[in-house]
């Protein structure tokens, strides 16, 4: 264990100058001024009184001073001399320059600059933001195949129904057989283009495309209507087309079936009634009708349920879902 050593304080070099006896004025002011003291503050420096502790609580009053500062005479802080003002203000010659904008004098601007398109007012610098489709583009391709694919005979041996028919000692005059569903056909596109659906617009531009990659543009003719679908029509190159109904040729509807409600009173929206005599006219043909609607099946009028396939148009919906709904509205049973 080392022991600390003991400093020697600026107080005790004070206190050892003043104690000097043998020593002279003179000599106490070298060695003060050695020090960095000044010679008329040492012999005060030192007090012999203790310094008064935070725990001495019963000290009395501290005493009150008596002694008044030294009455020293203020001088006056040095002014500088201030320049005189001359008394007349000097002329000031402004040089006016001239517009360079106004006079076509501005220089030419970059040729990368110059041949940039101006930018619209109000248009967005951010790159627009992808769309998400209603059918997600992993499930299109099946659930608009299963939507609109039809029956037709196939190769396989139905051996359920044959079983039964033997139990049951029924004669069979042709062997059953499975049927295939085929896409052949095509289907007849019918979008409902009212101002009620507006925010649905971008979404049926979108199922065009989505329906002619499955099916091809010249199998799945696109129609357009607004108030009544048996009004709906095609542009073509030779003119507008009005929609006729082709037997067996399905027909894909996307619509809210007249269940949105706009503020402008002037447009009317297909009833009830409309969609029933629509149904049933496809029913004479043969026709099915499949229902894509935003809204969802059960918002929809259920006396339309048994006359079309109402599909719910949004990322829920399975292809496994809809062919069982076809096959339940054919009456087929796998």
């Known amino acids: 264990m080392t022991t600390r050593r003991a400093e020697i304080g600026l107080a005790d070099w004070v206190r050892v100058l003043a104690e000097l006896p043998a020593i002279t004025d003179s000599e106490r002011a070298l060695v003060a001024r050695c020090l960095g003291l000044q010679t008329d503050k ?4 030192y007090n012999n009184q203790p310094t008064r502790g935070a725990w001495q609580r019963n000290a009395g009053k501290p005493e009150v001073r008596t002694d008044t500062p030294t009455d020293k005479p203020t001088s006056a802080p040095d002014t500088e001399s201030r320049p005189e ?7 000031i010659r402004i040089e006016k320059l001239p517009n360079t ?5 501005a220089p030419p601007l970059p040729a990368e600059i110059a041949n940039q398109e101006p930018l619209e007012l109000g248009a967005s610098n951010h790159p627009p933001v992808p769309r998400l489709s209603l059918f997600p583009q992993r499930t299109v391709r099946g659930l608009l195949a299963a939507s609109v694919a ?16 033997s139990v049951q000692c029924q004669p069979l005059r042709s062997l059953p057989l499975l049927p295939r569903f085929s896409t052949q056909q095509g289907c ?5 283009f009212s101002e009620a659906l507006v925010p649905w617009w971008d979404d049926m531009r979108d199922l065009i495309q989505q329906f002619h990659a499955v099916l091809g543009e010249t199998a799945c003719p696109v129609y357009e209507f607004t108030d009544n679908p048996r009004h709906a029509v095609r542009w073509t190159e030779t003119g507008e087309q009005p929609w006729q109904a082709i037997a067996g040729k399905p027909v894909v509807i996307a619509s809210d079936l007249g269940q949105v409600r706009t503020a402008r009173r002037h447009e009317l929206r297909p009833s009830l ?7 049933l006219h496809c029913r004479r043909w043969q026709i099915p009708v499949i229902v894509l609607t935003p809204l969802g099946h059960k918002r929809c009028p259920k006396e339309l349920a048994h006359l079309m396939s109402i599909i ?5 919906t399975r292809a496994s879902d809809v062919k069982r709904l076809i096959n339940h509205k054919q009456g087929i049973r796998l």
Not at 85 to 91: T, V
Not at 150 to 165: T, V
Not at 312 to 316: A, G, V
Request: aromatic share 8%; charged share 25%.
């Open 273 to 279: 009634s409309v969609w029933r005599d629509f149904a």
């Open 150 to 165: 039809q029956p037709s005979g196939g190769y396989d041996l139905d051996m359920p129904r044959l079983i039964r028919a």
């Open 101 to 105: 904008l106004e006079a076509g004098l």
């Open 85 to 91: 003002l001359p008394d007349e203000i000097l002329p």
């Open 312 to 316: 719910d148009w949004n990322s829920q």
């Open 42 to 45: 040492v012999e005060n420096t």
């Open 188 to 192: 007849q596109l019918l979008l409902d």
